[in-house]
Nanobody, 123 residues
Framework: QVQLVESGGGLVQAGGSLRLSCAASGLAFSNYAMGWFRQAPGTEREFVAAINWSGGSTYYADSVKGRFTISRDNAQNTAYLQMNSLKPEDTAVYYC????????????????WGQGTQVTVSS
């Protein structure tokens, strides 16, 4: 059974930082690209960042480029999202997901999803 478990969310002031983790089990983690998506109330789920299987390629939404960094540790079966200079508009539930091939920016391509972790940025 595949499980993706996010952690690290919380409440932070604007300008602050958070580091999200996504612990994977039940899959050959190093074969999968990993992505982070977010969804605020009343909005569609949107792409945040993705990283290929080796960590050699990364992709970012324009809204987070330069502030967020995605990384992975294949030995620990874990993906990370370091979020700096947080803004109130970053408030959302953040989801990690795994995809075997496919387009990393398209949430429809992803095979497995976590349950999400809430990030709230106060102004």
């Amino acid at each position: 059974q595949v499980q993706l478990v996010e952690s690290g969310g919380g409440l932070v002031q604007a300008g602050g930082s958070l580091r999200l983790s996504c612990a994977a089990s039940g899959l050959a983690f190093s074969n999968y690209a990993m992505g982070w998506f977010r969804q605020a109330p009343g909005t569609e789920r949107e792409f945040v960042a993705a990283i290929n299987w080796s960590g050699g390629s990364t992709y970012y939404a324009d809204s987070v480029k330069g502030r967020f960094t995605i990384s992975r540790d294949n030995a620990q079966n874990t993906a990370y999202l370091q979020m700096n200079s947080l803004k109130p508009e970053d408030t959302a539930v953040y989801y990690c997901a795994a995809v075997l091939g496919g387009k990393p920016r398209d949430y429809n391509e992803y095979d497995f999803w976590g349950q999400g972790t809430q990030v709230t940025v106060s102004s």
